[in-house]
T-cell receptor
Framework: AQSVTQLGSHVSVSEGALVLLRCNYSSSVPPYLFWYVQYPNQGLQLLLKYTSAATLVKGINGFEAEFKKSETSFHLTKPSAHMSDAAEYFCAVETSYDKVIFGPGTSLSVIP | NAGVMQNPRHLVRRRGQEARLRCSPMKGHSHVYWYRQLPEEGLKFMVYLQKENIIDESGMPKERFSAEFPKEGPSILRIQQVVRGDSAAYFC?????????????FGEGSRLTVL
C-alpha cells in the first residue's frame, strides 16, 4: 500500500535561507506525488505535482520539488524563505485509483 | 467558478447529539473526499465518494459515521451520537475524476467541537 513519510514535524529557517522539507513515499507503481500548503484556519491548496513528466517540478511561490525514484523521495525546496511561507506543508501520494494519502505534515516557521 | 463550499464552518454539539457536515464540490467535479484533521496531526483519509457511490470508506470509523453523495445536492458527512474525541476539523475536497492526476480542491473545513 502507498504511504508517505515526512521527516521533521517542525522546521525553522531564517528569512532568506534555503527551505528544505523532506518527503519519502512507498508505492508499488509509479506514483503521482503532490505538495500542498495549509495556512492557518484554511483548507489545503496545491503547491505542485509530479505526474511522471519532468523529475524537477516547479510550483507556485518559488517552490520546487525533485522526484528521485532511487531514493523514493520528493523533497520540497525554495532558495530563499519569506515570512509569508510560514505554514503547514503536506506531501501526498495518489494511489492507483484516485485515492490521495497525505503525510503527517511539516510546520514551517520563518524567523525574521 | 465557486470553489468547494463547506458548511457550517463551525459547529458545536453536546455529547450524544448528531453532527451533519455538508460539502458542495466545485462545478463539474464528480468526486468528493472527506478528511479529518486533529491538532498536531496530519490529514486522515476518511471516505471517497462519487455521485451516489462510496468508492472507498476504509478510513471511516465502523460505527456512528456515515457519508453520502446523492445525485442532487451536497455530500453529507454524518456523525451520530458524537463524543469528545470527534472534535476535529473536517475537510472536504473534490476533483473532476479519473485521469486528472489526483489534484484535489479543498474547502475551508468544518470545525466540530463536542462539549
Amino acid at each position: 500500500a502507498q504511504s508517505v513519510t515526512q521527516l521533521g514535524s517542525h522546521v525553522s529557517v531564517s528569512e532568506g535561507a534555503l527551505v528544505l522539507l523532506r518527503c519519502n513515499y512507498s508505492s508499488s507503481v509509479p506514483p503521482y506525488l503532490f505538495w500542498y500548503v495549509q495556512y492557518p484556519n484554511q483548507g489545503l491548496q496545491l503547491l505542485l505535482k509530479y505526474t511522471s513528466a519532468a523529475t524537477l517540478v516547479k510550483g507556485i511561490n518559488g517552490f520546487e520539488a525533485e522526484f528521485k525514484k532511487s531514493e523514493t523521495s520528493f523533497h520540497l525546496t525554495k532558495p530563499s524563505a519569506h515570512m509569508s511561507d510560514a505554514a503547514e506543508y503536506f506531501c501526498a501520494v495518489e494511489t492507483s485509483y484516485d485515492k490521495v494519502i497525505f503525510g503527517p505534515g511539516t510546520s514551517l516557521s520563518v524567523i525574521p | 467558478n465557486a470553489g468547494v463550499m463547506q458548511n457550517p464552518r463551525h459547529l458545536v454539539r453536546r455529547r450524544g447529539q448528531e453532527a451533519r457536515l455538508r460539502c458542495s464540490p466545485m462545478k463539474g467535479h464528480s468526486h468528493v473526499y472527506w478528511y479529518r484533521q486533529l491538532p498536531e496531526e496530519g490529514l486522515k483519509f476518511m471516505v471517497y465518494l462519487q455521485k451516489e457511490n462510496i468508492i472507498d470508506e476504509s478510513g471511516m470509523p465502523k460505527e456512528r459515521f456515515s457519508a453520502e453523495f446523492p445525485k442532487e445536492g451536497p455530500s453529507i458527512l454524518r456523525i451520530q451520537q458524537v463524543v469528545r474525541g470527534d472534535s476535529a476539523a473536517y475537510f472536504c475536497a473534490s476533483s473532476p475524476g479519473q485521469g486528472t492526476a489526483g489534484e484535489l480542491f479543498f474547502g475551508e473545513g468544518s470545525r466540530l467541537t463536542v462539549l
